[in-house]
């Protein structure tokens, strides 16, 4: 269509409500935007009342596949490919009447109706004037079009602004907050179904993510921690990068299994885990950590366990998952794109010593007299001492 350009219009929620901070939460967007395109042809990021447009410069602009990636970007809450054109009405008909006419080619009859939103207030017609004047102007153009307000089956949508916007469709977004405007966690990432689910709940509202990955080699082989390299680099998609820290923890895990109880190996081991994370993410600037936890999902996620490995930390930990039940946890993979790796058979640590009868009620002093037969923070500095770590984009 002459005078007229394909553009993608990116509708930003919450974003909306934030005052004072609408500029800092509105660079942070368009700084996500920018990168989640930036290999897919050259485009112009514009701004205007909490709308944001991309204008592909150039033939060889991938408007499919950036579609596609900005349903990704949080802060947006739907998305439109849109045709711009001037804020004129005969403009409008001529190029209304082009694209629907295009649409409705091959179908018998069809049933639409026009729905047109005015920001632009100098416009010279009001948003039911337009609806009602396009409408009749498509349906006298186009015999196989007929009305239908209450369930047409395509709605065209008119948005009236600087310059104006045709389009049909609104695809839903990743909604929340763009990533960056809440400060940054540390995730514990295992190999398992529950933590990248529990990350991407961070991303969504915000939080930037640096992650840490708790590694027994050779009990647990290189592919498990290929895997694991693999979720994080699914959950970059919803970010700029990732900082992964893999911490090696097969002494850890071989000096508790020989000195400490064994219905407590595993609350010992997950109070190691935190102490580790939480050195890490003081000396990286993330302020928590997050884990996968649900309540009651296995024995070391009874209230009581929790509180035993919550007492481990000072800094607050993240459970974005407590309140879920499995099935809900799958189907946030599934949509995100973690399941699929998730559930490939590679052994996690966590698996490699684990008691028959763990404790299910344990009690702090009882833990914290176990643990008094081990050098701690000996062990804890070695770890990090000897912590790979690994940008993953
Ligand atoms: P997941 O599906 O995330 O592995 P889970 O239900 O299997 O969780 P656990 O194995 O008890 O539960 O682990 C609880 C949480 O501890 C995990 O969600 C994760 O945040 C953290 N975690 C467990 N194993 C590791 C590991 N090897 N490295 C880093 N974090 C881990
Ligand atoms: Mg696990």
Known sequence: ?????????????????????????????????????????????????????????????????????????????????????????????????????????????????????????????????????????????????????????????????????????????????????????????????????????????????????????????????EKVVDLAKILAQYCISIKLHIVPFTKIQTEINEKCPENELVLIMRRFMMKIAEKIALSNGALSLTTGESIGQVASQTMHSLSVTNAAVAIPVFRPLIGMDKNEVVSIARKIGTFETSILPYEDCCTVFVPKHPKTKPILSDILKSESVLDVSGLIDEAIKNTEIREIN
Request: with cysteine; proline share 4%; aromatic share 10%.
């Open 1 to 225: 269509m002459e005078n007229s350009n394909r553009i993608i219009l990116l509708r930003c929620g919450e974003l909306m409500l934030k005052g004072q901070n609408r500029k800092y939460f509105e660079d942070k967007l368009v700084r996500n935007i920018r990168h989640a395109i930036s290999d897919l042809g050259d485009a112009r990021i514009a701004t205007s009342r909490g709308r944001v447009f991309v204008e592909p410069e150039g033939a060889d602009f991938n408007f499919d596949k950036a579609l596609e990636r900005l349903t990704k970007v949080f802060g947006v809450v739907s998305i439109s490919p849109v045709y711009k054109i001037e804020s004129d009405f005969d403009a409008i008909k001529e190029h209304s009447l082009a694209m629907v006419k295009d649409s409705v080619a091959e179908k018998n009859l069809v049933t639409f109706k026009v729905e047109t939103k005015r920001a632009n207030k100098s416009f010279p017609l009001e948003s039911p004037e337009v609806s009602r004047d396009l409408g009749e102007h498509l349906l006298k153009n186009i015999p196989s079009l007929k009305v239908d307000v209450n369930n047409p089956s395509f709605i065209f949508y008119v948005e009236i602004r600087e310059h104006t916007y045709l389009y049909f469709e609104i695809i839903p977004a990743a909604g929340g907050l763009p990533v960056g405007t809440g400060e940054k966690t540390l995730l514990l990432l295992s190999g398992g179904i529950d933590s990248p689910v529990a990350g991407w709940m961070m991303l969504k509202r915000g939080v930037e993510l640096e992650v840490v990955h708790f590694y027994s080699y050779p009990y647990t082989s290189e592919r498990a921690l």
